[in-house]
């Protein structure tokens, strides 16, 4: 899963980004208002992310401005205010310009991580629950650990991410695009053969469980065998 950070705070940026990633997740991070805005909605903005962590108190745009520019532009990417602004009305002024978690500060890493988990089930019902099931795999995102055959098998950071995202999307072409972004942020070291490294370490792993294939030059699919 792919998340954008924005917050100013350079010691608790580090700090969420690291523990974010230790949670298996990818992580961009922004540290002002503007530069945000710019990579969100640019004409030719290809990035995409499975939802966004926000602070409201942000240099050159705040972070209720951004929230109220990317709503009405009709960008419906989850977002949760990580704030410590903690008044009800800061709170009511947030959920109702469009947030769809609101979180204040200090905070615990694993109630952040839940409440990502929660804001980006919501937008697909068919998949409302933390445990995602194809075949005889059994992947448990809230503890991220993955079941073939009922039996335990480790599986790296980015195996588990390329996976989830191709069961959340059973029977559906997965470009090598969308598994890309999934799996790298903005800074990250990307081989031309890595998503296809990744598929044949998966492979191995799932054997008859269940079936990925290749539609060449396009991307891959997961279907039950």
């Known amino acids: 899963m792919r998340l954008l ?20 997740y990818s992580v961009d991070w922004l540290t002002d208002g503007q530069a945000a805005l710019q990579a969100l909605t640019m004409p030719n903005q290809k990035e995409t992310f499975d939802a966004i962590i926000l602070d409201l108190g942000l240099p050159k745009r705040s972070g209720l401005d951004i929230l109220k520019t990317l709503r009405k532009k009709g960008i419906n990417t989850p977002i949760l205010i990580l704030t410590a602004r903690n008044s009800i009305q800061d709170k009511v ?14 905070f615990d890493l694993s109630e952040l991580s839940a409440r990502i988990r929660s804001i980006t089930r919501r937008g697909d019902q068919s998949h409302a629950s933390s445990q995602l099931t194809l075949g005889d795999v059994m992947i448990d995102q809230a503890a991220h650990k993955v079941f073939v055959h009922k039996n335990l098998v480790d599986f790296s950071r980015r195996e588990f ?10 029977g559906k072409v997965v470009t090598r695009e969308m598994l890309s972004q999934a799996l790298y942020g903005w800074g990250d070291d990307v081989d031309s053969n890595a998503i296809e490294v990744h598929i044949h370490h998966i492979r191995k792993k799932i054997s008859n469980a269940l079936s990925i294939k290749t539609i060449r030059g396009v991307g891959y699919i997961a279907e039950d065998k």
């Open 5 to 24: 950070l924005i917050e100013d705070d350079q010691l608790l940026g580090d700090a969420i980004v690291s523990g974010l990633k230790q949670h298996l």
């Open 161 to 170: 991410a390329l996976l989830s995202k191709l069961v959340e999307q059973t």
């Open 93 to 106: 002024n947030g959920l109702d310009q469009g947030a769809d978690d609101y979180l204040t500060k200090p």
